[in-house]
């Protein structure tokens, strides 16, 4: 058996050669994405492991079928980049990574809050111009807090375990109900129950047509003064400059944001200095020390990087030997 990966990185390469060590078979890493100028290296692989944001296009995957590779493994979630009449038409078998660490994403968003919560950006600011004062800057408790997680998935009840830890009420919303956190009594109805009692919005919901820009002006509108929001999920959740005129205003108190409605193309990439960073938008949040933006990375752990790594690589070789995954994704 022999696997080609393509588009590995540095920091995911030594958990291919272990994986390859251990298994004993075969992975060819190329450094590049599989697109129409590399996609003949796979000529003689049995399937090829991928990760990348650009699509996976007809063209692409017509040609990488041609060549004999139909066993395709994702190292992430996502395969809405995908193209599925391709991979419908030529009998693609595909599979992805639902959970390669989720409790890296609820780590994050929690350390985040603690941040804005304890004014540690304001706190650094100062003393690196040798102000080691208290005043203004009084700082805020989780344990007082009510937190109102939206989506109750993976993510969410990671993140919910470390909220709880600290002492804070949690409150909930999901589409669908969890039969444990329902014995618990979590779950509030609507989200607008959720925005009237939360202290702290935390977003864990998947991006979908429906929920595009469900924090809006109506949203906001509707939460406590001075509320806290947190968004390592998906850009599109939240309307970008509602945000800004609810920061303006001090309808939130501030925000972590892991993601942006435009971080295509801008996230991962090195402009060189600030003023180079092409989104005023973006720029308007990085500048305010009550808004944290990180660039997706909520995610970027060596343990999950090695669970994308190596879940897609026993995946690849589950399609192999038996043309079928558990993690198969239907199309
Ligand atoms: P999951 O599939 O385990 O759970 C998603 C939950 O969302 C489900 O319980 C579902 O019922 C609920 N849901 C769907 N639509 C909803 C809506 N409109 N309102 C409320 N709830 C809704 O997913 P997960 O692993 O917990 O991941 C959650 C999201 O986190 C992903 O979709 C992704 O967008 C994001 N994510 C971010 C990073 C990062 O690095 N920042 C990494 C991985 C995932």
Redesign the pocket.
């Known amino acids: 058996m022999k696997i080609i990966a393509y588009g590995i990185r540095d920091d995911e390469r030594p958990y291919l050669e272990e994986w390859s060590q251990d298994q004993r078979i075969d992975v060819k890493a190329v450094g590049t994405l599989l697109d129409e100028s590399t996609v003949d290296l796979a000529k003689g692989y049995d399937g090829a492991v991928v990760y990348q944001q650009k699509p996976y296009t007809a063209a692409v995957l017509d040609k990488l079928a041609a060549n004999g590779v139909t066993n395709l493994s994702l190292r992430n979630?996502g395969v809405d980049n995908v193209d599925a009449d391709a991979v419908k038409r030529n009998g693609f078998k595909v599979t992805n990574v639902?959970?390669y660490s989720?409790e890296a994403?609820a780590e994050f968003t929690v350390t985040q809050l603690m941040r804005l919560l304890r004014r540690t950006p304001t706190f650094d600011r100062k003393q690196a111009n040798g102000d080691l004062r208290w005043a203004p800057d009084i700082a805020d408790e989780l344990n007082s807090m009510t937190v109102g997680v939206?989506?109750?998935?993976?993510?969410?009840r990671a993140a919910m375990k470390i909220y709880q830890g600290f002492g804070a009420k949690v409150i909930a919303?999901?589409?669908?109900h969890?039969p444990e956190l329902e014995k618990q009594g979590i779950y509030v109805d609507t989200m607008d129950e959720l925005y009237a009692q939360a202290d702290v919005i935390s977003l864990?919901?998947?991006?979908?047509k429906?929920?595009t820009h469900?924090l809006n002006d109506e949203s906001f509108g509707k939460m406590k003064d001075g509320v806290w929001i947190l968004n390592?999920?998906?850009g599109a959740l939240i309307d970008t400059d509602a945000l800004i005129r609810a920061l303006d205003s001090g309808k939130v108190a501030g925000a972590a944001l892991?993601?942006y409605e435009d971080e295509v193309g801008i996230f991962n990439a090195d402009f060189g200095s600030f003023d180079a960073i092409p989104d005023e938008r973006l720029k308007n949040l990085l500048k305010r020390e009550n808004v944290l933006v990180s660039p997706?990375?909520?995610?970027?752990t060596r343990t999950a990087v090695k669970n994308m790594v190596q879940f897609a690589l026993n995946n690849n070789k589950q399609l192999i030997e038996t043309g079928k995954a558990e993690n198969e994704v239907a199309f």
């Not at 939206?150 to 969410?156: E, K, L, Q, S």
């Not at 864990?204 to 979908?208: D, I, Q, S």
């Open positions: 979630v639902p959970a989720p994403i939206v989506a109750t998935g993976r993510i969410g919303y999901d589409v669908f969890n864990h919901a998947p991006a979908t429906d929920n469900m390592p999920a998906r892991d993601v997706h990375i909520a995610f970027y």
